[in-house]
């Protein structure tokens, strides 16, 4: 950095280059550039940020600004700093900053975001209501278990009174009771099905997990589907509940194969198992040597936006006559192998990402 202030053309046309977003603040505390980055992370441009204020720009500078005069006075080399900077009306940073004095009169903020902290945020809330919504499931599908028993065996008792008394004209009713009565007891079996089963646990190659799974769905959809294979030969085996993994797996590319509906009558649809080693991971906040990072990729419409972020919730379906529940499982699933599931989805593109700690 120059030890003029505000530095030469030159040196700022070098911080653009830089993937951190950097602040040149001077001696009065207002800003006097911001680089490319600075303005995506901030979501500002450069020309309605300079000569502001840090706190025009977050509810909450004041530590920010603390460590600028701190830096102005020389006090330090540099000052590092995890920040939560609050904005109106957005979600708030998450940022490593390192504030330094730029030569004369003013400092540099460089900001990083904190992605592992993001993501450590979003896993926890994923975790609490994924734990919300089991609890609420379990308890509503027994309440609705027994009176559900009453119904049907009500039914059955009214048809044979109707055949007793020769109204058998009447039996088509009682037929749609017991029907209906089935049909919510299927709900309610596939509701409680994860909590009821035992966890069989043995030794599992993912790869035979995705191969599975791949000739399910190929029997199923025969034309105008291609199942692309991206394998880490190199992956372990680990300890796990193969036909847990399997519904997983199956769940997740049987709704992608439904949502390329549009693509497979084209013949150009195509879903991606991709496998890969994920190396010091963190999952539900417990840092893990190696991780299993499966890939479920489709070229399909993607989520629709109004549901992306409750497709994990039970009875959330983005498709007419859809459970809602095969996400829900899957979810339970992984996590009951103390890994992760997550989604990133657009046009073109939806790719389910699964982490699982390996050994």
């Known amino acids: 950095m120059s030890t003029s202030f505000p530095p030469s053309e030159t040196a700022l046309a070098g911080l653009d280059m830089l993937a951190s977003a950097v602040l040149l603040v001077d001696a009065d505390g207002l800003i006097a550039y911001a680089n490319a980055a600075a303005e995506n992370l901030l979501e500002n441009s450069l020309k309605s940020m300079s000569g502001q204020r840090l706190d025009a720009l977050f509810a909450n500078a004041d530590e920010l600004i603390n460590l600028c005069e701190q830096a102005l006075a020389h006090k330090y080399a540099d000052l590092r700093q995890e920040l939560m900077l609050e904005r109106s009306g957005r979600e708030p940073l998450h940022v490593h900053s390192i504030v330094s004095a730029a030569g ?18 979003r896993e926890e809330r994923i975790l609490d209501q994924s734990q919300v919504n089991k609890e609420l499931v379990r308890n509503l599908a027994h309440e ?14 009214l048809e044979l009174e109707l055949h007793a008394h020769k109204l ?72 796990g509940d193969k036909e847990q993994l399997i519904q997983t797996v199956l769940n997740i590319a049987h709704n992608a194969a439904q949502a390329l509906a549009e693509r497979i009558a084209a013949g ?33 419409p993607g989520i629709p936006p109004q549901i992306r972020d409750r497709i994990f919730y039970p009875l959330v379906s983005g498709r007419e006559g859809g459970s809602g529940l095969g996400l829900t499982l899957a979810q339970t699933f992984v996590q009951q192998h103390l890994g992760v599931i997550e989604c990133e989805s657009r046009p073109g593109l939806t790719d389910f990402r699964i982490l699982l700690p390996l050994p």
Not at 144 to 157: D, H, Y
Not at 269 to 282: E, W
Request: net charge positive; proline share 4%; aromatic share 4%.
């Open 168 to 239: 058998s004209q009447l039996r088509e009713y009682t037929q749609v009771i017991i029907k209906e009565a089935d049909r919510l007891q299927t709900l309610v079996d596939r509701l409680l099905a994860p909590h009821r089963r035992p966890h069989i646990v043995g030794d599992v190659n993912i790869h035979e997990v995705c191969e599975r799974v791949r000739s399910l769905m190929l029997a199923e959809f025969p034309s105008g589907l291609t199942i692309k294979r991206d394998y880490d030969a190199s992956i372990p085996e680990f300890r």
């Open 268 to 300: 150009d649809a195509m879903i991606v198992f991709k496998t890969r080693v994920g190396r010091q991971v963190t999952l539900a906040k417990i840092r893990y040597g190696l991780a299993l990072d499966l890939h479920i990729i489709d070229n399909g």
């Open 144 to 157: 609705i278990k027994n009176p559900l028993g009453g119904i049907r065996g009500a039914a059955q008792l």
């Open 104 to 121: 004369e009169g003013g400092v540099v903020v460089e900001l990083r975001e904190n992605v592992q902290q993001l993501k450590l945020d």
